[in-house]
């Protein structure tokens, strides 16, 4: 028979042990409804009434993982080994541990990719982790994968409609997808949940001063100041470069202001990096095609042109491919203005005129000092003047030719009857004197001074 000193002891020890366990049922209750502070505050009690019992620090730990002290539950979960070696719960806190290390160092080095990889892991632990959750989320938002966060945020939002961070997430997701309006309302409501939330502040501020900038460039860009419209979606460009969508906007903004100063291959450039943000820009292929067309680069517009007509089936992008494809085969003939040295809108007068000086100055007496390469390359031009002439003086000829077709058929630029002699003769042969013939068909001779003469009393 026990003493009544050591019976005492056995029966307090009992005592104990039952408040103890009824400390962790009253834990594992509040758990079991996601009350994971009240959860921690019984199964502390629990530890307190009974400190040699490694499953109250297990669970505890548990419980501490739910709540993100994830250093303090790796401790509980040791203390647990030390007194359970068999206990083992402490290796899911140093995994969790490990992935959140892993998932910091992605996000400072932008590897946004790896971030949501190692929150996916860990969730599969820590399944009700609201900080893993946003930590996803907010990565989701960065790599373009608006709705997958926007699910992840809401859902937190169900739970808690006051959660700044799923609120913060919920905002950027708008940001990002140019609706900057209804994401300064987010942030603005996520600032009134905690106001030192630093994330939601930068973010209110960045899209306030992208929208102002915006529209300053847009007005400017209205009122016809180009330049001012330039710099100012310049400086716009400076704010977010994580804001791809906008920013795409802002580039091919600037592209079109660039078109109105004649910055055509900066206009290009910018089109092309609107399109790297954003492939499905339409605008911006259209704006860029049109550069390529006004710089005369015609295979590359067409290319444009083609992605636009595939995208999108209109009547408008068809007849702007053909006109493309117009002129790209257009440029692969022989540019007759460009012989001439005229605009495409040159009158029959200033059409004339180009001729009378190309002719003199390409005319093989002229050049019969010089090296027998330079009077080949001479006569070669001097031919190709007449053939400029010949076609653009003829206005049925020209209007053929400025609409693409094919003049061989017409038997005028084939080279079997045509003879830039002959045209030479034709159009000078109206002037007195300063011919000289031998007795060979089509050839005939100008001295120096014949030709200063000429350029003096028919061209100056």
């Known amino acids: 028979m026990l003493k009544p000193t050591v019976a005492a002891a056995a029966a307090a020890v009992v005592v104990v042990v039952l408040q103890a366990e009824g400390f962790k049922e009253q834990g594992n209750a509040f758990y079991s409804q996601k009350d994971y502070s009240e959860a921690f505050n019984y199964y502390t009690r629990a530890i307190d009434a009974s400190p040699r019992t490694a499953s109250y620090y297990g ?147 960045n899209a306030k001063a992208l929208k102002a900038k915006k529209d300053e460039g847009n007005q400017a860009f209205k009122n016809n100041n180009y330049d001012a419209a330039y710099q100012l979606y310049t400086e716009a460009l400076t704010i977010d470069p994580n804001n791809i969508k906008t920013n795409a906007k802002l580039y091919c903004n600037r592209a079109t202001a660039g078109a109105k100063l004649k910055k055509l291959n900066e206009a290009i450039d910018d089109c092309t990096n609107a399109i790297k943000l954003d492939d499905t820009y339409i605008k911006a292929y259209l704006r860029r095609a049109q550069c390529y067309m006004n710089t005369e680069q015609y295979e590359e517009a067409v290319r444009d042109y083609e992605k636009v007509y595939q995208t999108e089936k209109t009547s408008d992008h068809k007849h702007l491919l053909k006109t493309a494809q117009l002129e790209l085969k257009k440029s692969k003939r022989k540019d007759y203005y460009k012989v001439l040295g005229i ?118």
């Open 59 to 205: 669970n505890r730990a548990a419980t501490l993982m739910m709540l993100r002290r994830f250093r303090e539950a790796l401790e509980d979960s040791q203390q647990a080994v030390r007194l359970d070696d068999c206990f083992m719960k402490n290796k899911t806190a140093e995994t969790l541990l490990e992935f959140e290390r892993m998932a910091d160092f992605g996000f400072e080095k932008r590897d946004f990719r790896k971030v949501v990889f190692c929150m996916d892991r860990a969730l599969a632990v820590a399944s009700a982790c609201h900080r893993f959750k946003i930590l996803k989320a907010e990565c989701l938002a960065l790599l373009g994968r608006y709705p997958e966060a926007q699910s992840v945020a809401s859902d937190i939002l169900r739970m808690d409609s006051t959660n700044a961070d799923a609120l913060y997430v919920r905002g950027l997701c708008l940001y990002y997808e140019d609706c900057i309006d209804k994401a300064v309302q987010f942030f603005v409501q996520a600032l009134r949940m905690a106001p030192d939330h630093e994330k939601a502040r930068l973010a209110c501020r």
């Open 343 to 460: 605009g495409k809108n040159a009158t029959e007068d200033e059409i004339k005129k180009a001729y009378r000086k190309r002719a003199l100055m390409h005319h093989p007496d002229r050049h019969s000092a010089a090296t027998p390469e330079v009077q080949k390359e001479e006569e070669k031009k001097f031919k190709e003047v007449g053939e400029a002439f010949t076609v653009l003086s003829d206005p049925k000829k020209k209007v053929r030719y400025d609409n693409g077709h094919d003049l061989d058929d017409d038997g005028c630029c084939d080279g079997r009857d045509f003879d830039a002699n002959n045209i030479f003769r034709a159009f000078f042969g109206g002037h007195g004197g300063g011919y000289s013939f031998d007795s060979s068909p089509g050839v005939f001779f100008f001295s120096s001074f014949d030709i200063l003469n000429l350029i003096e009393t028919r061209y100056y």
